[in-house]
């Protein structure tokens, strides 16, 4: 398995749901044109009437959430070419007007057989159901605890990385779910050619963030160092559910304060259990440890020393200084949390 079969899997599935939204597109219009056999909206059967409400105020929540799902989505633009995701936002916005359109009629043949009333219902099911999920992203992306509220911590590696997980919401990190990580972050180093691997992506070393350096976000002192596990090959199964973090390293630098960083490098932490270490300070090298899909660096902070401590809680933190992309340019960020799909890189 390598990353440009995924790739080819992901675009596979853009393109068959952009198919299914293309032939609703044409069954509308088609449906619509033929107007003579339309009826009015006063003489719909009740249920109809809700069911057409209800579609309606799916389609304006879709629409609305459309431009966050598109944006979140480009965050497999490693993986899925833009016109695949194009194509698939492009059609589902296209239809959404369309059935605001078409929303105070419906065909004779739409409500004459029975057949085509379950098609309705199933379809208006599904639209609500993604109307409420698209509200959800647009309302909750940019949901993240305060400043005052969070850690200030230094970014880790140098050069730029793009984030894969990040970000206050389920929806936007898969972290978010478990209380012990609820704002870890995963990162990748992105190379020249704007991925972050090069050839298929087959083995660990085609990926930039392989054996990158990571340096310690605080002052503090190292309290636990595990080095010895191997680097898993790049299978996108869970593969190593013993010991999920792989080689990690935890500083605590305050009271009841703990990083992790975690899937690093086999023999190659640079720390050792006792040691001081002040923010900037080489402590290891990012690698594929643990419980991972391919390379990357994951980060976060807990107010128990034991990783993934039942009662543990996860705390949310901000990086001081960067250089953030978010949407159009690389900006001088403080104190800025990162999102998925950011591509940051330190000040030099
Ligand atoms: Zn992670």
Request: with cysteine; hydrophobic share 40%; aromatic share 12%.
């Amino acid at each position: 398995m390598n990353v440009e079969l995924l790739s080819n899997l992901y675009t596979g599935f853009y393109l068959i749901l952009s198919g299914l939204l293309i032939t609703m597109i044409i069954y509308r219009v088609v449906n619509c044109a033929t107007g003579s056999d339309r009826k009015k909206w006063s003489s719909l059967p009740k249920y109809l009437k809700v069911l057409k409400v209800l579609l309606g105020i799916s389609a304006i929540c879709i629409l609305i959430g459309l431009p966050f799902e598109a944006w979140i989505a480009s965050g497999v633009k490693m993986i899925t070419p833009f016109y695949a995701r194009a194509l698939l936002y492009g059609s589902l916005g296209v239809l959404m007007i369309l059935e605001l359109v078409k929303i105070t009629s419906v065909s004779e043949k739409t409500v004459s057989k029975n057949l085509r009333q379950i098609f309705m219902s199933v379809y208006i099911f599904i639209l609500i159901w993604q109307g409420f999920n698209f509200m959800k992203s647009a309302i909750s992306t940019y949901s993240y605890p305060d400043v005052a509220d969070c850690e200030l911590i230094h970014w880790p590696v140098k050069d730029t990385w793009f984030v894969g997980h990040g970000g206050g919401t389920e929806h936007l990190n898969y972290h978010f779910v478990a209380d012990q990580q609820r704002y870890a972050i995963d990162i990748l180093k992105i190379g020249e050619n704007e991925s972050y691997y090069e050839n298929q992506g087959g083995e660990i070393t085609d990926f930039y963030t392989f054996n990158e350096p990571v340096y310690a976000p605080v002052n503090g002192k190292v309290v636990k160092v595990v080095d010895s596990l191997p680097n898993a090959d790049i299978t996108f199964a869970p593969n190593n559910r013993e010991n999920p973090a792989g080689n990690y390293i935890v500083i605590q630098y305050d009271t009841n304060r703990w990083l992790f960083l975690a899937h690093l490098n086999k023999g190659k932490v640079r720390v050792e259990k006792g040691d001081r270490v002040i923010s900037g300070d080489l402590i290891g090298f990012a690698g594929n440890s643990g419980n991972t899909s391919w390379p990357h660096l994951h980060l976060h902070i807990q107010n128990q020393p034991k990783l993934n401590a039942s009662g543990a809680k996860g705390i949310p933190f901000r990086f001081k200084m960067a250089e953030v992309k978010r949407w159009g340019n690389f900006e001088r960020q403080s104190d800025f949390y990162p999102l998925r799909n950011d591509l940051i890189k330190p000040l030099r």
